[in-house]
C-alpha cells in the first residue's frame, strides 16, 4: 500500500506518486500532465517547510474566504494569486507560447480582475471620462494598430480601454461614478489610428479587506500598483493581445504589488498644446502577431 | 528590474526572486520561510507544464467556488486539499514532528471536515447509534488508553468519536439523524478503560456536487471512502491523537479517495456473543505519547 508510514518516516515520495497514479485511464493527457506536477509540487513544499496542520488549515480559511468574498465584480482568488506573481507568470508563459516571435510585438501584461465584457463601443476622437475628478489630468491618447511582420496598418481592429479614477477605483467599484466610466471600445480606421481622451493614470492600492490584502500584510508588502492603463487589442487573424501601459514616472514602477510591469511598457505622457480638452497626450502603437 | 521579460524568454527565478524579495523586513521568519518555499513551487509547476491564462483562471474559479460552498456545516477547501493528499501529508508531518518515537505509538489519521467542538459527553457503556438503520449492525466497541513509555492506564482520558450513518452521511449532513446522532466523547475509568456501543462503519463517497468532486470526476478517481470510525484522544499532560480506524476487510482500504489509511490503523470487526444489543465487537487500545 502506497499511503503507508513507513517506520516513522514522514510520507515521502512513495506516498506522492500513489497518489499521481489513483488518476484513471480516462483522465485526458492534459490534465494529466498538470496535476502530476501540481500534487508533486504541492507535497513536496509541505515536506520542505515542513507544513503543519494549524498552518495549513490557516491556508485553507484564507482561500475559503476568497471564494467566499468573490463575485461577478470581483476576483479574490486571482488577486490572491496576483500577489504571488502567478498571473504575470502564466501570462507571459501563454503570450510566449503563442508568439514565434517577440522582436518588435507589443508585450502583453495581466488582465486583472477589472475588465467587462459588455463596454460600450465608442467613437474615435471621443472621450472615456465623464465625471472627471478635480485631481484628474486629461490625456489624448492616439496610436496605431499594426501587423509586427509586414508593418500594415489594421482596420477596424477594436481598442478596448479601462482604467481607474485617481481614488483609484474602477467605476464598478465606485457608487460615485457612473456606469462604464473610464472605459470604451474603439475602433481604429482605415490608416489602423484609434484615438480618445482619457485620464492620466494614478497608483492605487489593491483591495485590502480581503485575505490578499491580510497576505500582503503578513508579508510586509506595500499594496500599491504603478499608474497603469489597461488595453485589449483585437483584430481578425491576429492573436490578442492584453496588456497594461504604465507611466514611467511612477514610484511604483519597479515594485508593482502583482509584478505585471515590464521595460518595453513604459511610456512617457508629454504636454499637449492648443487643446481646450487635454493638458497631455500619449501616442501608443501596438502591433499584433497573425494567429497561428 | 526583476519582473523583465528578457529578450523572449519565460519569465524565469530572476522573476520569481524578485517575488520572494518583497517580502519586507516585519514577515515573520516562519511566514518568510513557508512563502519562499510556496512562490518557488508555485512558479515551477507553472513554467513546467507551461501554464496557460486560460488553465490558471479554470483553477481559480474552482477554488472559489470552493470557498462559496464552504459555510460551518462543509468545508470543501478542504476537501479540495485531501482528495489530492495533502491533508494526509500535513497531518503525518505534524504528527512525526510531535513525536520522538512513534513506536508501539497509536497513528494518526486526519481529521477530516465532519468533527463537531459541541458533542455531548456521554457515560461509558452507552451508544452513540440513536436512529440505528435498518442495514446497520451494531458493535460493542471498548478498549484501554495507556502511556506509550510506561504502558500506565490514563484515567479520565477523553475518547471522542464520530461515524457517518449507513448512507453515508454524517448527522450534520442528514436531516433524517437527530443532532449528535453517531458521535459522543467518552471519559475513561481509572483502568483506562472506555466503551460504547456504534454501528459497523460503511463506506461512503465523498460530497461530489462541488468542485472537488469535479476534480475527480476529471481524473477518472473514484470518490469513496474506505470503512471508518473517526476517533481523537487526549489525555492531560500527553499529546492529543487524531485518528482513524479502518475495516480491514472493505475493498477501498487500499485506494481511499483521500488517502489517510495506514496499514497499523487497520481493525476487525468481530462476532459478539451472549450481548442483545451487538452483534459484533470491536476491542481498541490507544497509546499516547507524554507532551514535550
Not at 48 to 62: I, K
Request: proline letters at 5%.
Amino acid at each position: 500500500m502506497g499511503s503507508n508510514n513507513q517506520n516513522g518516516d514522514v510520507l515521502g515520495q512513495e506516498f506522492t506518486q500513489n497518489v499521481i497514479d489513483s488518476m484513471g485511464p480516462k483522465t485526458s493527457p492534459r490534465l494529466r500532465e498538470v496535476m502530476t506536477s501540481l500534487i508533486k509540487h504541492v507535497h513536496d513544499f509541505a515536506r520542505e517547510v515542513q507544513l503543519t496542520t494549524d498552518e495549513w488549515m490557516a491556508g485553507v480559511q484564507l482561500i475559503n474566504q476568497a471564494g467566499q468574498m468573490s463575485d461577478d465584480k470581483r476576483n479574490e482568488g486571482q488577486l490572491f494569486c496576483d500577489v504571488l506573481g502567478l498571473e504575470s507568470l502564466v501570462d507571459d508563459i501563454t503570450f510566449t507560447a503563442a508568439t514565434k516571435s517577440t522582436n518588435g510585438l507589443t508585450a502583453s501584461a495581466i488582465l486583472g480582475p477589472f475588465w467587462r465584457q459588455d463596454t460600450p463601443h465608442r467613437d474615435n476622437g471621443t472621450t472615456i471620462t465623464f465625471d472627471t475628478p478635480s485631481d484628474g489630468q486629461v490625456v489624448y491618447m492616439h496610436g496605431k494598430v499594426t501587423d509586427v511582420d509586414t508593418g500594415r496598418p489594421l482596420q477596424d481592429a477594436t481598442v478596448d480601454v479601462w482604467q481607474a479614477s485617481t481614488n483609484g477605483l474602477y467605476e464598478q467599484q465606485d457608487a460615485n461614478q457612473r456606469e462604464h466610466n473610464l472605459r470604451g471600445v474603439f475602433h481604429t480606421d482605415a490608416e489602423g489610428n484609434y484615438s480618445f481622451y482619457c485620464l492620466k493614470p494614478t497608483p492605487y492600492p489593491v483591495p485590502t479587506d480581503g485575505p490578499a490584502g491580510k497576505l500582503l500584510e503578513m508579508m510586509d508588502r506595500h499594496v500599491f500598483r504603478p499608474a497603469h492603463i489597461h488595453l485589449m487589442v483585437q483584430s481578425k487573424g491576429h492573436k490578442p493581445l492584453t496588456t497594461q501601459i504604465f507611466d514611467k514616472d511612477c514610484k511604483y514602477l519597479k515594485n508593482d504589488s502583482v509584478f505585471a510591469v515590464k521595460d518595453e511598457l513604459s511610456v512617457e505622457f508629454v504636454p499637449r498644446k492648443g487643446d481646450p480638452e487635454a493638458a497631455l497626450e500619449l501616442v501608443y502603437n501596438v502591433t499584433l502577431a497573425k494567429a497561428a
